[in-house]
């Protein structure tokens, strides 16, 4: 079956930035001190960008949706046009282990943030690796 014209509108309408987990997540980290640059690559020459990216820490954070990276508590899949999502959610998680291999080995932290998470223990866990790579 393939997907309808309702759900792909839907799908289509998405946000890939700024989404209300990415905002939440950041008034977080700024109400705990943290500055931070947003949608930046944190390596040149890797084409992944980071939604919050602590350059002098080099942690850069990740905020991953339940459904398109597969979640291991939230994930479904579709039953309408099941081969695409599983191919589509399977190689956004192959694309992430990817991005965190990549990061690591340049010496950066990747963290991953799923958007069920809850934005202030989120901040609190994030700041705690910032300042440990700080110091």
């Known amino acids: 079956m ?9 799908m289509s309408r998405q946000r890939a930035r700024d989404t209300g987990t990415e905002v ?3 008034r977080a980290l700024h109400a705990l001190g943290l500055r ?5 690559r944190p390596v040149r020459g890797v084409r992944r960008e980071a939604d919050v990216v602590f350059g002098p820490a080099r942690v850069a954070v990740f905020v991953d949706g339940c459904f398109w990276h597969g979640c291991p508590e939230h994930a479904t899949w579709p039953k309408r046009n099941a081969e695409f999502w599983r191919t589509k959610i ?8 990817d991005t965190d291999e ?3 080995a340049e010496g950066w ?6 958007e069920h998470e809850d934005p202030t223990s989120a901040a609190a866990r994030v700041r705690t690796l910032v300042k ?3 110091t």
């Open 102 to 104: 990549r990061l690591t």
């Open 109 to 114: 932290l990747p963290v991953r943030v799923w």
């Open 2 to 10: 393939d997907t309808t014209a309702a759900t792909s509108l839907r």
């Open 36 to 40: 931070y640059r947003v949608h930046r």
């Open 132 to 134: 440990d790579r700080l």
């Open 24 to 26: 939440a997540l950041r």
């Open 90 to 97: 399977e190689t956004n998680q192959r694309r992430d282990r």
